[in-house]
């Protein structure tokens, strides 16, 4: 059975910092595209990061500069480091998986599993 389960959301000030974790199991991690999205009361889904078994990246410029996405392979896990975190940045951030290689962001109906996502909510 394959599972990815989002953690390390919480409540943050402005400008402060967090790492979102995201663990999969049930699949080979090298056989799949991994995402970041995220989704604010009122708004849609948007894609934040991406990243694909070579290493390779994207990133909405909403948060260029800011977020970086990982992935170890030795954990199953995919990372998103949040730094200068702001208000706009709240939001329930959910980790996917893609089978296949992606070298462009995946669509969100090419991702095959999603998390239940994670809160990240930013202060003033």
């Known amino acids: 059975q394959v599972q990815v389960v989002e953690s390390g959301g919480g409540l943050v000030q402005a400008g402060g910092s967090l790492r979102l974790s995201c663990a999969a199991s049930?699949?080979?991690?090298?056989?799949?595209?991994m995402g970041w999205f995220r989704q604010a009361p009122g708004k849609e889904r948007e894609a934040v990061s991406h990243?694909?078994?070579?290493?390779?990246?994207s990133y909405a410029d909403s948060v260029k500069g800011r977020f970086t996405i990982s992935r170890d392979r030795a954990k199953n896990t995919l990372y998103l480091q949040m730094n200068s975190l702001k208000i706009e940045d709240t939001a329930m951030y959910y980790c996917?998986?893609?089978?296949?290689?992606?070298?462009?962001?995946?669509?969100?109906?090419?991702?095959?599993?999603w998390g239940q996502g994670t809160q990240v909510t930013v202060s003033s």
């Open positions: 996917a998986a893609a089978f296949g290689y992606y070298s462009r962001p995946p669509k969100p109906d090419e991702y095959r599993y």
């Open positions: 049930g699949l080979r991690f090298d056989d799949y595209t």
């Open positions: 990243i694909n078994w070579r290493g390779d990246t």
